[in-house]
């Protein structure tokens, strides 16, 4: 008569099956990864474009930008085919971005291009290489802007407050600046001057009379309301900075009148009445230092206002017949003044001889 299983027969059997259920459970889903692998999957990535200009090395430098404003976020909607591991592997390699450069996708020319997008992404490696295929793009067509980069010398002019006087013209270290950036750009700056202000408080606080200089004054470039430069195309300037000499004009200056003739002054009632003669010698007044605003002696060096030199004589003087006084300048603008001591100048006063009336005649 046959024994029944003991409880120590029976386990291996039990554990022999568990592995078995183990085992087929684990190549099942296997095989389910694998062939979910390889069935053909869609997906959407976004790529941001990037635009490259020519490198330093080229014989042209060129630089690019988006041509419209569809264009202006430069990204696309791309939606690829293929198995999910092609698709992982292509999307991880893609890396978000697409690269568009000139000389390679973009053509090696000034002017407006389009850029076919899907002739350009089939040839990547990421989706060349692991088989992907584009299924559909949110935009085929891309225009694009190239211009040729270029160097222009501008002569730099300095800008200065009106209330800021200088003796001379102001002057920049160096006189020149290059501009460097696309033709397009630089063209409306042919014929006009970079530009350099110094700062008005620097330049308030600078000795008169002497020549001075402010360092490191930013440049710029001569910009209307009606002219528009791009921000991406944004031209070089250098150097950045210009040192500006200048001397800035005193408020007061010296001057000196070389000769000016003494008038004599009287009251019109006095005239015909008196001789006056002045000593030999002293007719003319000379050498005579003055001292003011710039202006005012400027108006008097170049003729525009004339002073005199007068010996002005009241009545009693004449009365008195005295013989010397000390002559004044008159006519002087605002602020002038006389610094030498004007000089007494010794004349003589004579009454002059009045005529004689005929005697009436009479019939006796």
Do not use: Y
């Not at 200009?53 to 293929?82: C, K, Y």
């Not at 225009?143 to 002019?157: F, G, M």
């Not at 006063?349 to 005649?361: G, L, Y």
Request: hydrophobic residues 40%.
């Amino acid at each position: 008569m046959a024994q029944p299983a003991t409880q120590s027969d029976q386990t291996p059997g039990i554990w022999s099956r568990i592995r078995t259920v183990i085992l087929v459970s684990f190549l099942t889903i296997l095989v389910w990864v694998l062939a979910e692998a390889r069935m053909i999957q869609t997906r959407v990535v976004e790529l941001q474009i990037v635009l490259v200009g020519t490198t330093a090395a080229s014989e042209q430098h060129f630089v690019v930008r988006p041509a419209s404003d569809e264009f202006g976020n430069l990204s696309i909607d791309l939606e690829l085919e293929g198995s999910l591991a092609s698709l992982d592997q292509a999307s991880r390699e893609l890396r978000g971005r697409i690269q568009l450069e000139v000389g390679d996708q973009i053509p090696a020319r000034a002017g407006i291009h389009d850029i076919d997008l899907p002739a350009v992404l089939r040839d990547l490696p990421p989706l060349r290489s692991h088989g992907v295929s584009i299924h559909s793009i949110s935009t085929e067509l891309v225009k694009v802007e190239v211009d040729e980069i270029v160097t222009i010398e501008l002569p730099i002019r300095v800008e200065l407050p009106s209330s800021v006087a200088l003796t001379g013209p102001p002057r920049s270290v160096p006189p020149t600046v290059s501009v460097q950036g696309p033709a397009t750009q630089l063209a409306i700056f042919e014929g006009r001057d970079a530009i350099a202000i110094p700062d008005p408080s620097t330049v308030s606080a600078l000795p008169a009379g002497r020549l001075e200089t402010v360092p490191g004054v930013a440049l710029s470039l001569p910009i209307n309301s009606d002219e528009n430069l791009s921000p991406t195309w944004t031209p070089v300037l250098t150097p950045p900075r210009a040192d500006i000499r200048l001397t800035i004009r005193s408020l007061t200056q010296t001057s000196t009148i070389d000769r000016l003739p003494i008038q004599v002054l009287i009251a019109p009632g006095e005239v015909g009445r008196w001789d006056i003669a002045l000593e030999p010698g002293s007719e003319d007044l000379v050498s005579i230092q003055i001292t003011g605003p710039t202006d005012a002696l400027e108006a008097i060096n170049s003729g525009s206002i004339v002073p005199s030199a007068a010996l002005s004589l009241s009545f009693q003087e004449l009365e008195r017949a005295i013989s010397s006084k000390q002559v004044q300048l008159m006519g002087l603008p605002d602020g002038v003044q006389v610094t030498t001591t004007l000089p007494e100048i010794n004349f003589t006063i004579t009454a002059a001889p009045q005529p004689i009336d005929n005697p009436v005649q009479t019939t006796p």
